[in-house]
């Protein structure tokens, strides 16, 4: 499943986004290599969401360049809907359809985007739904499911579309704990597989077993950027310690 | 006749619009508020009757009403007065649509307001006096904004019982003058003269509401 | 006490009308109840003291039961005398004459010039819904898809000036009424339209039928004022001439048929 | 005026006789209202000055009487050299006044939709078409069956008054059997039931409808 | 604040409960001495929230008895409104009255069930907002405040009514990480200052720091009850046990 080539999979530079006049996201600078794994963690309200957003055009920005492997991000729409088939995203609230079936739910952008035939999307769809451990629930609704196999089913629907990197959104934080484990035991095996991705959550757990890199916003900015050993050892930045004391009381 | 004599003789006919709606309200209001509370609280057989009670007045056509109530009563020994009988029918008709915002309100509300309400050991009447209708009755102002120009409308019926409203002066005139584009044009005018800053008044509220509705929406 | 006591006593009587010239309408100007019947009536209580007319408007399908539920005391609005309603009500002795009359646009283009033609030319009649004109519409033989029935005369003007029929046939009283009123720019009445006796009907006083000492006191009245010449002076005051004349021969008991009237 | 049941049975294969011009009339508006009211909030959200002047129409179409659309419809656009059969005009009347109520209508089955909603589907690519016919407009029509089905049946209840336009409809039968024979009570009942029926039938349609739609979607 | 005094301030001896032929509550006995802190954890479903629900009434039950203090709740609606008065609830979603402001959510009940003058009322509710560290908050409305602050307001709230008890049903589970803190510092304050109370929570450091007892649900019984210590380290049913597990991984 993994892309692997030679530039990054991600590569942004000098990003700056205003709502009116609150400066959102200030000089954001980051690149990440393909197949590498990044966190990204902060307090609420610091533009985590909003520059995972910013990467498959959710949100527009006023300056700064987003290049999604060769492709430089532009307000061109053949563009953006070139890195948002690219990219695959999962919610913190699912954001299933509610009135397809689970097998609906992924097939419905292969057939419509790509234009497959019925048969082969549905094959599609079910090879990934068995990747997430729930091919027996395919001709369900997802309000019959639990939160776990909804967001199991949020991220087959993303990886049908074959992406060169996913994105997460605090996938887990809407779950009941023992769901979080299902879903977060899902994530860790696409990232054994070499799936290039970026996570905003606040497991820190999670971080610690498969993110290569973790970054720390605060107010829009990127203040601490480092590997997990390093990060939850020794955070160079006096709002990261705080948060980290807070996290792990 | 020129187009102000036609306006000034539309306009002798808005007393009786304004009077027939305040006074439907005066049905209106009372009969939304309790048939709407009635519905959301009662359960079983007493549901039902409250549920006929608000469908005969909310689904029967208001000129079949109208008519019944000022010809056929009387001769059951009841004679209501003209204003009376509009003012009831239009206004328990309006009412019965009023009451079905009325439940929507409550039901839609969360269920965690009440819960709450009954673990600080509030009376269930406490409850939905201080916490529920005060919720509810704010979150359907909007749409009692819309029964409320829905009513002065709906007033135009009431010539049937003998009330001259500005609608029934519009046919007056016409019947005199016979020349339908100013006279029916005014009309228009009149009506919208009055139910318009109703209505933007509504929107107005509905913005207030829900600020955030604009930016929120899917699409 | 009777209805006919009570007015005597109060020198007042409520009568209901549909608002239209020349039949019964309330006056722009003075507010005051105008028209054929009411200024009969006005002349006919005065003299018995009974000084105030009072009016309610109402739309002509509401007259009757207006007058059953005891809204008003009398029909005072131009109501043809037929069997059926004399099952309902009590009608006093007729005063006007009624044939069919037809207005069309100026000119007369399609040469309208009774039910034949409009038969024979296939012409889109309109009329009043639930008329007279509409039963001898019928009975002459113009199909129901040649007729477009409106609910009142202002609709049926209109639609002959938006062109939608080519002729609307009213009451002659009607028609005279509106000529006279100068607002027909354009259209004109056609002359001449013609009708047959069968197809008269006769308008009177209706009062309820268990008034019938008042019915009774209103036909001596009127029997006066004919009498007396009051009759035509305010028959030609609405421009009625010797074709709305009453004959002899014509009575209520005529009029409702076996029936009989007002039991 | 003692209500007469044989002679109230009498009236019904008359009146009855109408009820395919009632439903055509109601049936065609419905489609129509809704095809324009559509269109009419597609336009609203798209913004700009077709955004405001749409806005504007809706409020306008609200703030005004349908009977006085109708008469200008009918006797006042011929001046203008538009000349629609009485039918047409009806329904035209009755689509383009009940549009403005059902754009209100569809704006809230949207506005309803969470934002996620929208987002997803973009994330996935879908086209703004895609989305809206695949997403969106399904979503929509679970949240708006029961409101849409109110304006449904109150098009039902509007069909009268194309009596002013001489369609031949159910009431207006009704009264043409009242004016000859001068016996009310009985025709107005009867086609006040026939009504009240069509209107039972419609909710219960729409009830149905709405379970289908929420059935396997809800917990 | 702490109300102790000889008998237990609940005991539920045989409790069983029914939602049609769903048996959501089996057989619980628990006994909760005056002044002790207890927290209830168990997987999602296993009736913990009906159970707490049980208590002061907000649900009924078919069989067994449960006794505030030395008062048995009945279906009578006195008793029911007495153990209402006598226990504080906070919920998970917070459930402030968003039509009033912080002050007048704190005094609602003063007023209206104690009936207290307003002043009393109003000074009484300041002294609350200022143990859970927000007085300058009182003339806010809720949706002006943050999760963590709403939910302060909750616990004031509920504390003005002299709870002799204190529910609360997963109230950090709603919050961003860290507001988590602010409310288990509150809980934990009044822990310390003795207030009998019961938690339904997943938060095992609070647990762990604050609480007497740990009960563990499973399938609508308890399953485990014991002292954190040992629950910690030696939970002897296996449901406990791979519950731990998910929670720690
Ligand atoms: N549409 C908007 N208009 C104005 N401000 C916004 C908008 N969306 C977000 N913001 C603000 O931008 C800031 C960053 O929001 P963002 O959702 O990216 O934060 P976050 O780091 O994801 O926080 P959380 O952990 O709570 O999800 C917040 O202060 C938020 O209030
Ligand atoms: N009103 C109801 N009708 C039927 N079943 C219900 C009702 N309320 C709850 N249940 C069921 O009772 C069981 C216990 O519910 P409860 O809310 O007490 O669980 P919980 O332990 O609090 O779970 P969670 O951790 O998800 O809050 C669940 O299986 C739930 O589906
Ligand atoms: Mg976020
Ligand atoms: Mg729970």
């Known amino acids: 499943m993994a892309h692997s080539d030679d530039s990054p999979a991600v590569q942004i530079t000098s990003l700056n986004k205003w709502y009116g006049a609150f400066h959102v996201l200030q000089e954001v600078n980051l690149t990440i290599p393909s197949g590498s794994r990044v966190v990204i963690c902060g307090p609420s309200g610091s533009g985590k969401s909003t520059l995972i957003r910013c990467l498959n055009g959710l949100e527009a920005y006023q300056q700064g360049t987003v290049t999604l492997g060769t492709v430089p991000l532009g307000d061109n729409a053949r563009e953006t809907a070139l890195a948002r088939r690219q990219t695959g995203m999962v919610f913190q609230s699912f954001n299933l359809f509610p009135h397809l079936t689970v097998l609906s739910n992924c097939t419905l952008a292969l057939r419509r985007v790509l234009s497959m035939p019925r048969k082969e999307a549905e094959s599609l769809a079910r090879h990934f739904l068995e990747k997430v451990r729930i091919p027996e629930q395919a001709d369900k609704y997802p309000a019959q499911l639990s939160g776990g196999q909804q967001q199991r089913v949020a991220i087959a629907r993303a990886l049908c579309m074959n992406p060169r990197l996913m994105l997460f959104d605090e996938p887990t934080s809407a779950l009941d704990p023992e769901m979080v484990k299902e879903v977060l035991d899902v994530m860790t095996g696409l990232a054994h597989e070499g799936m290039t991705m970026i996570c905003v959550t606040h497991e820190m757990g999670f971080a610690r077993e498969v993110a290569d890199q973790v970054v720390f916003m605060d107010q829009g900015s990127i203040v601490e950027q480092a590997s997990p050993m390093t990060f939850f050892t020794t955070p160079s930045h006096p709002r990261a310690q705080s948060f980290l004391n807070t996290l792990l009381h | 006749m020129t187009i102000l004599e036609i306006w000034l003789g539309i306009l002798q006919g808005f007393r009786v619009t304004a009077l027939v709606t305040l006074y439907g309200l005066v049905f209106a209001i009372p009969f939304g508020l309790i048939f709407g509370v009635a519905q959301y609280l009662t359960t079983g057989p007493a549901r039902f009757v409250v549920t006929s009670i608000i469908e005969f007045w909310r689904s029967s056509a208001v000129i079949i009403l109208l008519f019944v109530f000022y010809y056929a009563l009387p001769l059951a020994g009841l004679a209501l007065s003209a204003m009376t009988v509009s003012a009831m029918v239009l206004g328990l008709n309006i009412g019965g649509y009023a009451s079905q915002a009325v439940r929507a309100g409550l039901q839609a509300l969360d269920r965690g307001q009440k819960e709450a309400g009954h673990a600080l050991g509030l009376s269930r009447s406490t409850i939905l006096l201080r916490i529920e209708l005060p919720q509810a009755l704010v979150a359907m102002s909007p749409t009692f904004i819309n029964q409320l120009i829905q009513l002065v409308k709906a007033t135009s019926l009431v010539s049937l019982v003998t009330l001259t409203d500005m609608t029934f002066r519009a046919k007056e005139i016409s019947q005199i003058e016979y020349d339908p584009v100013p006279i029916y044009s005014s009309l228009l005018l009149a009506y919208f003269i009055v139910c318009y800053p109703v209505a933007l008044f509504g929107r107005w509220v509905e913005r207030r509401i829900n600020p955030a509705r604009e930016a929120r929406c899917a699409v | 006490e009777t209805t006919k006591e009570r007015i005597l006593r109060e020198g007042k009587i409520v009568i209901g009308i549909h608002n239209r010239t020349p039949w019964g309408f309330r006056d722009e100007a003075t507010g005051e109840a105008k028209g054929w019947h009411p200024d009969l009536l006005r002349a006919a209580f005065a003299e018995l003291g009974v000084k105030e007319i009072d009016i309610r408007v109402t739309e002509f399908g509401a007259l009757i039961p207006g007058l059953l539920a005891g809204r008003f005391d009398a029909v005072a609005s131009g109501l043809s005398i037929t069997p059926e309603r004399c099952r309902q009500v009590a009608f006093g002795a007729p005063d006007l004459k009624v044939h069919d009359a037809a207005i069309v646009l100026t000119g007369n283009p399609k040469q309208i010039h009774g039910f034949d033609d409009i038969v024979s030319k296939k012409i889109i009649m309109g009329a009043g819904r639930g008329s007279v004109s509409v039963r001898n519409a019928t009975i002459a033989g113009v199909p129901e898809s040649n007729m477009l029935l409106f609910p009142d005369i202002e609709a049926n003007i209109s639609a002959l000036r938006s062109g939608r029929i080519d002729v609307t046939v009213l009451s002659s009283p009607t028609v005279i009424g509106l000529l006279a009123s100068g607002k027909l720019k354009g259209l004109e009445s056609a002359t001449p339209f013609v009708t047959t006796d069968e197809q008269a009907t006769y308008a009177a006083v209706a009062f309820r039928s268990e008034d019938q000492d008042l019915r009774a006191l209103w036909d001596e009245r009127l029997l006066a004022l004919t009498k007396d010449g009051t009759v035509t002076k305010v028959m030609a005051r609405y421009g009625f001439g010797e074709t709305e004349v009453v004959p002899d021969t014509v009575t209520v008991e005529k009029l409702c048929g076996t029936a009989g009237a007002g039991k | ?219």
């Open chain 4, 1 to 219: 005026m003692q209500f007469d049941v044989a002679f109230a049975l009498s009236t019904v294969p008359t009146i009855l006789g109408a009820i395919g011009m009632t439903l055509l009339v109601a049936a065609v508006s419905c489609v129509g209202a809704s095809a324009v009211g559509f269109g009419l909030e597609v336009v609203r959200r798209s913004g700009g000055l077709g955004g405001l002047f749409v806005r504007f129409l809706i409020d306008f179409i609200r703030a005004t009487p349908v009977l006085v659309w109708l008469y200008c419809l009918y006797f006042i656009l011929p001046f203008y050299g538009i000349r629609l059969g009485a039918l047409a005009t009806g329904i035209i009347g009755l689509s383009l006044y009940y549009s403005g109520y059902l754009a209100e209508v569809f704006k809230a089955g949207i506005d309803a939709i969470p934002n996620g909603q929208g987002e997803a589907a973009r994330a996935l690519g879908l086209g703004r078409i895609d989305m809206t016919i695949f997403v969106i407009a399904p979503q929509m029509l679970r949240n708006i069956a029961a409101p849409m089905g109110n304006y449904f049946v109150s098009i039902l209840k509007a069909t009268p008054y194309l009596a002013v336009l001489a369609v031949p409809e159910m009431l207006g039968r009704a009264f043409d059997i009242a004016s000859e024979t001068y016996r009310y009570a009985e025709p107005l009942t009867v086609a006040g039931l026939i009504f009240l029926g069509l209107a039972l039938l419609i909710s219960l349609a729409i009830k149905r409808l709405e379970v289908r739609l929420m059935g396997p979607t809800t917990r």
